[in-house]
Structure formats: C-alpha cells, structure tokens
C-alpha cells in the first residue's frame, strides 16, 4: 500500500510542478538542457555526468511496473521461505 501511496505522491508533485511553473515536463528539461550539457562537459562531476549520459528516459507507468515488480518478486522470495530480515 505504501509503494502505490509514494507513486501517487510523485505523480502529484509533478502535476502541482507543472500548475506552479506553467511548464510541462519536455519544456523544463528543454530550459535547464544547455545547463546540464555545461555541467556535464565541464568534467567536474563524473558520477553525475554518468548518471546523465546513461540514464534511460522512462515513462511514470514504466517506473511505477519496475517498481512494483521488484516490490512483488521480494514478497514473493519471502513467501517462498527465503531469508527473513529482521
């Protein structure tokens, strides 16, 4: 209950963003681009860099399935008897 919770959280804190700014998602990350590309070729942030270079540009559903799955294959791994953790 709490993953769908904190998934439907997010989905409204971009949907308030979005009320406050004025600005879809594509338009922010079209204004803060250049920014990034700076910060990136700059060199001075590696671990960020790679982040940004390898980063797959995923929808909320497709996030919100990943997560859900993960969440699903662990309840599944303890219900089979795997390793309990206090």
């Known amino acids: 209950m709490q993953y769908v919770f904190g998934a439907v959280a997010r989905e409204l804190a971009e949907q308030e963003a979005q009320r406050r700014t004025g600005q879809t998602e594509e338009q922010w990350r079209a ?16 671990q960020f860099a790679r982040r940004v270079v390898e980063a797959e540009d995923r929808s909320f559903q497709e996030l919100f399935d990943f997560g859900l799955d993960c969440l699903l294959d662990g309840l599944a791994g303890r219900a089979a008897g795997g390793a309990v953790r206090p």
């Open 31 to 46: 204004s803060v681009g250049s920014y990034i590309q700076e910060v990136v070729a700059s060199g001075q942030y590696p």
